[in-house]
Nanobody, 114 residues
Framework: VQLQASGGGLVQPGGSLRLSCKVS????????MNWFRQAPGKQRELVSS???????NYADSVKGRFTISRDNARNTVYLQMNSLKPEDTAVYYC?????????WGQGTLVTVSS
């Protein structure tokens, strides 16, 4: 199982980015897929999840600004991030659990700064 995250970069406050997580080795639509982030000096936190039925959940800090989605044909999960704030700066990781074992992508750095 491999998760390949991409799409991070430097963006000004108020800007947007779309992260992608390409999944191989499993059918991503059959698994709950998650986006986590870890800011410098802080613990990794759950940002958003999408269930097998397509229901989405978000951390309070990103509600109304971030949108998680999946493209089953491409076996890819996305995180659209709008109205970005400096406090969104972190390494973002895609994740899933298979039989209780966590699988992580390599992380993609998002920096929000003017």
């Amino acid at each position: 199982v491999q998760l390949q995250a991409s799409g991070g970069g430097l963006v000004q406050p108020g800007g947007s980015l779309r992260l992608s997580c390409k999944v191989s080795g499993i059918i991503s639509s059959g698994n709950i897929m998650n986006w986590f982030r870890q800011a410098p000096g802080k613990q990794r936190e759950l940002v958003s999840s999408i269930t097998t039925s397509g229901s989405a959940n978000y951390a309070d800090s990103v509600k109304g600004r971030f949108t998680i989605s999946r493209d089953n044909a491409r076996n890819t999960v996305y995180l659209q991030m709008n109205s970005l704030k400096p406090e969104d700066t972190a390494v973002y990781y895609c994740n899933t659990f298979i039989r209780a074992a966590p699988y992580w992508g390599q992380g993609t750095l998002v920096t929000v700064s003017s």
